[in-house]
């Protein structure tokens, strides 16, 4: 007798997935704007070092679960340097890092701790 297996996703694991694949082409676009618009090269290497963390791999999983600690790190870097003052970042690059704190703390289930910051990491 032949047996077959067959492994296969439910329909569940594949919507999730879709979703996690949206979300995670959402943050590389705002991180690719973001680059563009940044003319300093410290600043450009931590969002590239960001951009790296999140798609070293080819597993959507993992690179889901990448998201919220590289938009962090991101962060950690601008905030280190606007208070360095080697870079003052214009008010266009500062919406664009609160869209990913927002849009990363929602979709990545992070909460919405840490947003009244915001002004220290740019001020």
Excluded at 43 to 71: C, F, G, L, R
Excluded at 74 to 100: D, G, M, N, P, Y
Aim: aromatic residues 10%; positive net charge; glycine residues 4%.
């Amino acid at each position: 007798m032949v047996e077959f297996t067959c492994k296969y996703l439910d329909w569940g694991d594949m919507m999730k997935e879709a979703k996690q694949k949206k979300n995670i082409q959402k943050v590389n676009e705002l991180l690719a704007e973001l680059y563009d618009l940044l003319d300093h090269q410290a600043a450009k290497a931590a969002v590239q070092n960001a951009y790296n963390k999140i798609n070293t791999s080819d597993k959507v999983s993992v690179q889901y679960a990448e998201v919220p600690e590289a938009i962090e790190a991101l962060k950690r870097e601008f905030s280190r340097l606007s208070l360095a003052k080697k870079t003052k970042f214009t008010r266009a690059q500062e919406e664009i890092v609160s869209q990913l704190t927002v849009f990363t703390r929602r979709s990545f289930q992070k909460g919405f701790e840490g947003l009244g910051m915001v002004g220290v990491w740019f001020g």
